[in-house]
């Protein structure tokens, strides 16, 4: 049997550590069936060790685990007493956090890859691929309120960003229509606003094409201050955009992005300031204008990264199986640690 991967962040409450588990493989006769019924067969599916973790955060004991037929590879949201987490064959799960026991499962097909589930006021929005569908969950029940879609959403494109939630309004992206351009494969990075509790439409954004990019091709967007910030690996930009109209107020295209393009991880915001790891380096920027503040260089790769900053300290790791710690002070000069 084929051990499995720890692909999604650790998720930390109170005294215990949530991991999730899921491998991106496919055993032969998962194989078969895909080639049968792509809709009926699930990424990772029955192999060992799937699902959710339960740790004590002082000693590493495990509490419980919750095993999954499909990969959990997405790290799980928590809220209103539960974990959310979505699976390589198609299912959504409620579980408890305290016992590990299961509130409900809701199927609705596709594939889980690197999206995360996201709570709000008692909703659960998950995004899936190969069926690329956005699901906006009854949190209490697992009851499908809406979904909704990208158009041209290539088959990982929208399970490959985490939506972003707040004051109302979802955002994805998926990197979608692709085409060959001079004989080489290119796609498109498309940005859209839903109604949380609808569904509705409120804008459509296209970012721009570029050439299709190795691995996680999306970008993660968040939200804060009414602006949504969001990276494209297609085209190695970010960009701030409002989010109730859709304004872009700016772009900033990253240097030093390397072959495999920039843009992965959603920007942190810290005490005024959004800073950002992707490609080599770690940037400041103004949050109002895009304007580079600072930047420290560190060398590999970062890829689907946000920084964690405490104190006075980044926390982050990259492609060369490094865990960082960085002065803040060294990546922007301007700053000083609040009290």
């Not at 215990?16 to 809709?39: E, I, K, W």
């Not at 990772?44 to 095993?67: E, M, Q, R, T």
């Not at 995360?116 to 569908?133: C, L, N, Q």
């Not at 029940?141 to 990982?156: H, Q, Y």
């Amino acid at each position: 049997m084929t051990r499995n991967n720890l692909m999604g962040n650790p998720l930390v409450n109170a005294n215990r550590v949530y991991l999730s588990a899921g491998s991106v493989s496919f055993n032969f006769a998962n194989v078969t069936l895909y080639a049968r019924d792509p809709q009926a067969a699930g990424r990772g599916k029955d192999i060992d060790y799937n699902g959710v973790y339960c740790l004590n955060a002082h000693n590493g004991k495990l509490l419980w685990y919750f095993p999954t037929a499909g990969d959990a590879m997405p790290t799980p949201a928590y809220a209103y007493r539960s974990l959310y987490i979505s699976t390589g064959d198609g299912n959504i799960y409620a579980i408890s956090a305290r016992t590990g026991h299961k509130r409900w499962m809701t199927h609705v097909g596709g594939i889980a890859n690197m999206s995360s589930p996201a709570a709000w006021h008692h909703r659960v929005f998950v995004s899936m691929s190969v069926i690329p569908d956005l699901y906006a969950l009854d949190a209490r029940t697992g009851r499908v309120l809406w979904k909704a879609s990208i158009p041209g959403a290539a088959n990982t494109g929208m399970g490959d960003v985490s939506p972003a939630v707040r004051h109302g309004i979802v955002v994805m992206d998926a990197v979608a229509d692709p085409r060959l351009i001079d004989g080489h494969p290119t796609l498109t990075t498309i940005v859209r606003a839903y109604n949380a509790r609808t569904g509705k439409v409120l804008w459509t954004h296209n970012m721009g094409r570029g050439p299709k990019v190795p691995a996680f091709k999306g970008g993660v967007p968040m939200i804060i201050h009414g602006m949504v910030y969001v990276g494209s690996p297609i085209t190695s930009d970010y960009e701030a955009i409002n989010a109730r109209t859709g304004r872009v107020m700016w772009t900033w295209h990253v240097p030093n992005a390397g072959p495999a393009g920039a843009g992965r991880g959603a920007p942190t915001y810290y005490q005024g300031v959004l800073y950002i790891s992707t490609g080599p380096d770690v940037y400041a920027l103004n949050p109002k204008t895009g304007q580079v503040l600072g930047h420290r260089h560190i060398g590999g790769r970062f890829g689907i990264v946000s920084p964690t900053i405490v104190g006075g300290t980044i926390y982050l790791g990259n492609s060369w199986d490094w865990i960082n710690a960085l002065p803040v002070k060294s990546v922007n000069p301007h700053f000083q640690l609040r009290s």
